[in-house]
């Protein structure tokens, strides 16, 4: 258990409203991930986090903004919401692994959102 | 060619068979890489790290074939608790940003 949670873990909403969901880790882990997953396209990243206010964009972040005002919590906002972000969210921290020299992704339990 | 690329399945095997699933990659500079396992409506939980020539656990074994480019896991004495979707990762060299495959269904049967 990495410490990872999210919330809401399911939400309902209708196109054109705002949403945010959280990302809460408890292990002040720098390296903090937001993916989509839809059926056929596997997971894709959104945006992810490098470290308090520091973050970049991933291959699918059109319509999404990120913040990151601590470590513990990595917010993701769509701004608008429209009917093709109905998805499975999940967050996702980074721990490295010094003794293989590499870094292992833990995941939350995901948010599942549907745009009306 | 994709970065990561595995067969979808599915893979439909009888409890007790042993099954094998491939996962080719891209990027000769990556150096470990990671099986994860995913049930359906879960979040993708870690499976297994793969570095040097292979690995094993129980009845999982995973293996590394460099010059081909291509990660393994096989699972022996398969039971009806296998089924799942299987996500091979490939850490992007020196980027914190790893690549997933889309992943390998697998259907144990009684």
């Known amino acids: 258990d990495a410490g990872i949670t999210q919330s809401p873990r399911h939400k309902v909403t209708e196109t054109g409203t705002p949403v945010t969901l959280r990302c809460h880790q408890t292990?002040?882990?720098?390296?903090m991930y937001w993916y989509r997953q839809d059926p056929g396209h596997g997971l894709r990243l959104i945006h992810y986090s490098y470290g308090v206010k520091d973050t970049d964009k991933g291959e699918v972040s059109d319509g999404y903004s990120v913040s990151r005002s601590k470590t513990e919590d990595f917010l993701l906002t769509l701004e608008s919401a429209t009917s093709s972000q109905t998805s499975v969210y999940f967050c996702?921290?980074?721990?490295?692994?010094?003794?293989?020299?590499?870094?292992?992704?833990?995941f939350g339990p995901g948010t599942r959102l549907t745009v009306t | 060619r994709k970065e990561v690329e595995q067969d979808p399945g599915p893979f439909n095997v009888p409890e007790g068979a042993t099954v094998a699933f491939n996962c080719t990659y891209s990027n000769s500079a990556s150096q470990s890489f990671f099986w994860y396992r995913q049930d359906c409506r879960k979040e993708p939980k870690l499976l297994m790290s793969v570095y040097s020539s292979g690995n094993e656990d129980g009845r999982f074994t995973a293996q590394l074939n460099r010059a081909s480019q291509y990660i393994s896991l096989l699972i022996r004495d398969s039971k009806l608790s296998d089924s799942a979707t299987y996500l091979c990762?490939?850490?992007?060299?020196?980027?914190?940003?790893?690549?997933f495959g889309r992943g390998t269904s697998l259907i144990v049967h009684p």
């Open positions: 292990e002040n882990h720098r390296y």
């Open positions: 990762v490939v850490p992007s060299g020196g980027s914190y940003i790893p690549t």
């Open positions: 996702a921290i980074q721990i490295r692994t010094p003794s293989l020299d590499t870094y292992e992704q833990y």
